[in-house]
């Protein structure tokens, strides 16, 4: 059992978990995730670290309310507890002085791009975030971006805050403006980094994407997470979460991403009811 310290809403529909993992925090690295189940029926779901406290001894998540799993954690407090954190899973980024790079978050994917980009600045990179969320209410992690980085730019579809646009939009900019940019660092909706992947193979630009392939065990064994890159099967869970943008195949992990969406919106409903009915 793994208590949680704090939970803070830091957006709408997205909350902050600060949770009781010492080993997990003291070996955790930029890139890697847990794994977690909440109760003996729960589903297991795949989190970023975000943050790591060794002293504390205790991992964040950022978590986004998308269906069952998610809403049931969203009703989680402070002093509850979950079953089982496992990790860390995948393998951590590889961090080194690369020279200007861009992180690219889309929505909540932003809190997966948060450590890698403050592990990239920490190892004396010139460091450009961008951020980006439908709208301005979406918007995660500002002010704990902006401390570290030496640009920081905020987009939003429709406006409501920063640019109003996509994060390709932005990422165009500074491409189009002369700059050096040695590497890109993109993480969000699969749709986001396949066309981030897509404008920067155009620049050539070594691309970094970690990829949010649908997991269950997340050693490898399962294969549900399966992805193809450069025309290979790879594992997402062992193999990544983090592969070069440039040879992942986004219309076949849009589409295994579909898979159980039937299933999903079932199960929330149904979770829903049964919320309702207590």
Same mark, same amino acid.
């Given at each position: 059992?793994?208590?949680?310290?704090?939970?803070?809403?830091?957006?709408?529909?997205?909350?902050?978990?600060?949770?009781?993992?010492?080993?997990?925090?003291?070996?955790?690295?930029?890139?890697?995730?847990?794994?977690?189940?909440?109760?003996?029926?729960?589903?297991?779901?795949?989190?970023?670290?975000?943050?790591?406290?060794?002293?504390?001894?205790?991992?964040?998540?950022?978590?986004?309310?998308?269906?069952?799993?998610?809403?049931?954690?969203?009703?989680?407090?402070?002093?509850?507890?979950?079953?089982?954190?496992?990790?860390?899973?995948?393998?951590?980024?590889?961090?080194?002085?690369?020279?200007?790079? *861009?992180? $690219?978050? %889309?929505?909540?994917?932003?809190? #997966? @791009?948060?450590?890698?980009?403050? /592990?990239?600045?920490?190892?004396?990179?010139?460091?450009?975030?961008?951020?980006?969320?439908?709208?301005?209410?979406?918007?995660?992690?500002?002010?704990?971006?902006?401390?570290?980085?030496?640009?920081?730019?905020?987009?939003?579809?429709?406006?409501?805050?920063?640019?109003?646009?996509?994060?390709?939009?932005?990422?165009?900019?500074?491409?189009?403006?002369?700059?050096?940019?040695?590497?890109?660092?993109?993480?969000?909706?699969?749709?986001?980094?396949?066309?981030?992947?897509?404008?920067?193979?155009?620049?050539?630009?070594?691309?970094?994407?970690?990829?949010?392939? *649908?997991? $269950?065990? %997340?050693?490898?064994?399962?294969? #549900? @997470?399966?992805?193809?890159?450069? /025309?290979?099967?790879?594992?997402?869970?062992?193999?990544?979460?983090?592969?070069?943008?440039?040879?992942?195949?986004?219309?076949?992990?849009?589409?295994?991403?579909?898979?159980?969406?039937?299933?999903?919106?079932?199960?929330?409903?149904?979770?829903?009811?049964?919320?309702?009915?207590?």
């Amino acid at each position: 059992m793994n208590q949680i310290v704090q939970k803070k809403r830091i957006a709408e529909g997205i909350n902050l978990f600060e949770i009781e993992a010492p080993l997990i925090a003291k070996k955790r690295k930029p890139g890697q995730f847990v794994i977690i189940r909440i109760d003996e029926t729960g589903e297991r779901i795949p989190l970023t670290i975000a943050n790591a406290d060794k002293e504390k001894g205790t991992i964040t998540i950022i978590v986004q309310v998308v269906g069952k799993t998610t809403e049931h954690l969203g009703t989680l407090n402070s002093g509850d507890s979950i079953l089982d954190v496992v990790g860390p899973l995948g393998q951590p980024t590889h961090i080194e002085r690369f020279g200007t790079v *861009i992180a $690219v978050g %889309g929505g909540v994917g932003h809190a #997966v @791009c948060y450590p890698i980009a403050r /592990g990239m600045k920490d190892a004396g990179n010139y460091l450009i975030s961008i951020i980006g969320a439908r709208t301005k209410n979406l918007i995660i992690l500002e002010n704990e971006t902006n401390a570290f980085s030496d640009e920081l730019y905020i987009t939003t579809d429709d406006g409501s805050y920063g640019r109003k646009g996509f994060v390709t939009d932005q990422l165009k900019e500074i491409l189009d403006s002369g700059k050096k940019v040695d590497l890109v660092l993109a993480s969000g909706p699969a749709i986001m980094m396949k066309f981030v992947c897509l404008m920067t193979k155009e620049y050539g630009i070594k691309t970094i994407v970690s990829l949010n392939s *649908i997991m $269950v065990d %997340g050693t490898g064994m399962c294969g #549900v @997470c399966r992805v193809e890159v450069g /025309g290979k099967t790879k594992f997402a869970c062992v193999d990544g979460p983090e592969f070069d943008g440039h040879e992942v195949n986004y219309d076949l992990l849009l589409k295994r991403l579909a898979t159980y969406k039937e299933e999903e919106k079932l199960a929330y409903d149904k979770f829903m009811l049964k919320t309702k009915d207590k």
